[in-house]
């Protein structure tokens, strides 16, 4: 049986994929160049607070367990608390498309998202479906990196040069 405090941790992360999910909607609209990354981070993204909704459930069924470790819930807090003042904040033009990438990348690489399927065991059957949610969040660091460095790339190569 999971603590109040894990109970409240895994509503959180509940919470943060949702919101990630939800910025990434918002930079979609905003930067369409950009749309098979955010279109496979959104879906991603809605999966990942599913499975998270069906591993608190597995924990109350006995077939998995969740140990927060040194995750605390203040910390989700915040990030989820960043991630929603960043869409508040975001009109159009406010912010460049490197910037939008430069953003997911970091928060995609922060301890807290690319850990959170760490911190859970699982009976045998379910043993795929978390390494899938593992490897997912893990690959969402270099899908964005990708981007970012392609973008970066394609933006050095538009300045112009100044003379020499």
Known sequence: ???DYQIK?????????KALGDMYMLFAERFPEHNNLWHRLIKE????????????????????????????????QTIIDYVKDACAAEKPGSITALQALTT????????IAKSIFSHFRVSPQFADMLRYL???????????????????????????????
């Open 104 to 111: 997911a990348h970091d928060l995609e690489k922060s301890l």
């Open 9 to 17: 941790i895994l509503m959180l992360f509940h919470e943060l994929e």
């Open 134 to 164: 593992r490897e997912g969040s893990l690959s969402h660091i270099d899908l964005t990196k990708n981007e970012l460095d392609k973008t970066k790339k394609d933006h050095t190569k538009k300045k112009p040069q100044s003379p020499q």
């Open 45 to 76: 993204e809605q999966e990942h607070a599913e499975a998270v909704q069906k591993l608190y459930q597995l924990t109350y069924q006995g077939q998995a367990l969740f140990d927060e470790g040194i995750i605390k819930a203040e910390g989700v």
């Open 1 to 3: 049986m999971q603590t």
